[in-house]
């Protein structure tokens, strides 16, 4: 077989001495498409920052057209007509769609930016590709689904032929997916070479010819697609057979523990972003909230959890009215909140895991039986934490910094559920986790849940919320737009549809959901 | 992961390495005889006991704006207010020394408590527009330093200025109120035990106390800990008011020490000098006292060597300058850590 792309041995240590990447061998064939897969943390990321030149690797080789080739930045990259699709969107949203696709490139007349051209120019190459998109509009405007084909067409602006797709399908609504998945295939017929990094299987199987595993920073295999199976992927990805499915116990809910009603949210734009939304959670239920990422999940989470005070509504939280109160009350209520971005809001990086988990009761009388902190309860604390909620470090004493994404996620988790909250907020609660941390969280959190704590879940995983929540939500441009009482009756395909703002539901005001 | 840590020390001790180098460069150039001068300026504070008294006595200020400003440092307020806390802190303790009659074990303590008071009022200021208004701390606080130079200048020379001396200088503090120097021919005084003191409370504030826990939670993440519900608000303003109570103590026992007369007719320096402290202390209570004796060696020296060679004192400000700029530079010898990094983890895999 033909190799477009061959790197042999690439090390990769970061400076907080993460092993990223162990002797890895990767080769690519030209015009197919080639699923790189593994768990987060895994070192697919990395290995493709090395080939675009974003980091440089301790050791290893990388081959190119034939030739060996020292990728020492973006622009080498490039220069080869190596483009990257980042994980996260490297646009420029106060920018129209044009201007963001010739950005670095722009067509000029005399001193000036040549509008006209630079409008043509992508209209040209929306064609030729088949990624249709209005070059006039600007980014902040337009859906997420549309996002990714103009950062694949800016892409394709520079020439690339070999592209790089990091967990393109991430934030998009199966049928976004699916018209992105028509636009890679129109691509790979006219010869382009397409790397896509995923963790979903069902779309590794629809999508690519071949299949690279990671495990741990190492390559553990090659695969045809073709002759695999999930279930044979999935094992290498993972290193034993994983439980997909997760069995959520049936509920009985009792009371309310959190009432939300016509809660509204104005942004500093003006623009309205959570327009009268309203529910109840019950104790001994999971309420789903699902959604494309960006329809107002962060401001209606931060509303409810004291981050962020609401223009309108009333929020009670365990039978108290915590509208527009500080994080500490809503706390002080029975609430605990497993934040969206973890590093800005769940941890402090710098600080020791001990210190992280006693965050929210440092204060406590437990803690402070005299004058001055207790070191030995703080330790104790830590101890007894670290291995109830099974964080994998030397020494509760290690900065938590160095812990793994699905280690640092246990730690929030660990101090959240331990103060015995009646209300979690999850948001994007497995996100950048490893399947082993994410079974572990899922559990606890149906645990809690068992014992009677109210559970808001909010996740752009379909197959996360679809199988944990009792009921479920939809939420799109800042509404509930649908509500199934029981959410196993639900399709994917369905969900997607409301997701996109395609269907709504009747729902009577103040009732929603509830 | 011990090995970072002698990486910290390696690190800064080359560049104090470097920077010593670069000044006898300097002085080499400069000076008809560099070898004596650098070696007055090195061996200089330990020939005699008056000069080694001298550093001593120039280490215990400094302690007190290093621990200042380590403790705004660590709340990540780029507080720079100590110069003017510990000038105020000192005008406030000439008052109280001139004025008030006290016996003598308890004229001194009213005297520093006064100075504390008059350090926390400054600290307050800066503290309470950032925490209310979002000001820039770094701007108002350096400001301030001036604004809190003429304050004092205005009380000294209107209020309690000695017209018989020939200078500017204050009345004579009433000898009630002096900290006793107790270790002739040096000026050592008892403020140096009030120093010890403060390293002792800023390090069990810092890392013993909810306070200290909360003020650093703030400084290494703020959203973190607002999310947490520490009221970070009053963390800010409280990080600031008590950095000015020990700066503003600080003031106070130079005062009362050495000085027994107001006669400062510009800002001491002092306060600047503490941020350079807190820098090579990496912002810990424990190590403000070596880094303070540390950069007291240096100063002593620079004046030695100045009064005894051709070589003037501010050729310290050089390897001040390249010292702070090594010891801050992320990048400077980070090709090694990485490598003893990559060794490590590959070790440990």
Redesign the interface.
Known sequence: MDVLLEMKGIEK?Y?????AN?GVDFSVAPGEIHALVGENGAGKTTLMKILFGLEQP?GGTITYKGKPLHIASPHVAIANGIGMVHQHFMLVPSLSIAENVVLGLEPKRGLSFDWKTAVSQTEELAARYNLPVNPTARVQDIPVGMRQKVKILKALMRGAELLVLDEPTAVLTPQETTELFAALKKLKSQGHTIIFISHKLREVKEISDRVTVMRAGRLIGVTDTATATERDISRMMVGRDVVLHVDKPPTTPGDAVLRVEGVRYVADTGKEVVKGVSFEVRAGEVLGIAGVEGNGQRELVEIL?G?RKPSAGRVIAAGKNVTGK???AV??AGVG?I?EDRM????????TIE?NL???R??SKA??PR???S?KSVSELGKKLVKEFDIRTQSPK?PVK?LSGGNIQKVVVAREFSANPKLIVANQPTRGVDVGATEFIHKKLLENCAEGAGVLLISADLNEVMSLSHRLAVMYGGEIVAVFPNADEVTEEELGLYMLGVKRMKLAAGSEAS | ?KKEHVFEVVRSLVAILLAMLLGFIVTYLVSKQPGEAFQSFLTGPFTSPRRFGNLIEAAIPLTFTGLAVSMAFQAAQFNIGAEGQFFFGATAATIVGITVPAPGWLHPILALAVGGVAGAFVGWIPGVLKARWGASELVSSLMLNYVFFRVGMYLINYHYRDTTAGAMVSLPLKETSWLTQFLPPTRIHYGIFVAILAVIFTY?FLY???WG??L??TG??L?????????TTSVITYSQVISGVVAGIGGAVEMLGIYHRFQWLALPGYGFDGIIVAILARNNPLGIPLAALFLAYLRTGADIMARTTDVSAEMITVIQAVMILLVTAQAFL?GW??RI??K???QS?
């Open positions: 240590v400076p907080n001495g993460v092993v162990q301790e959890t981050l500080d994080c500490r706390r002080q909140h934040p800005t809001h769940g941890v402090a990086g710098l600080g210190e006693i965050a929210d440092y204060d803690l402070n004058f001055l902190l070191l290690t160095m | 992961m069990l013993r106390s909810r826990y909360a650093r939670m290494l993440n959203p973190f800990a607002n999310y947490s519900g520490i009221n980070a850590k990485h990094v990559v490590e983890a590959k895999v």
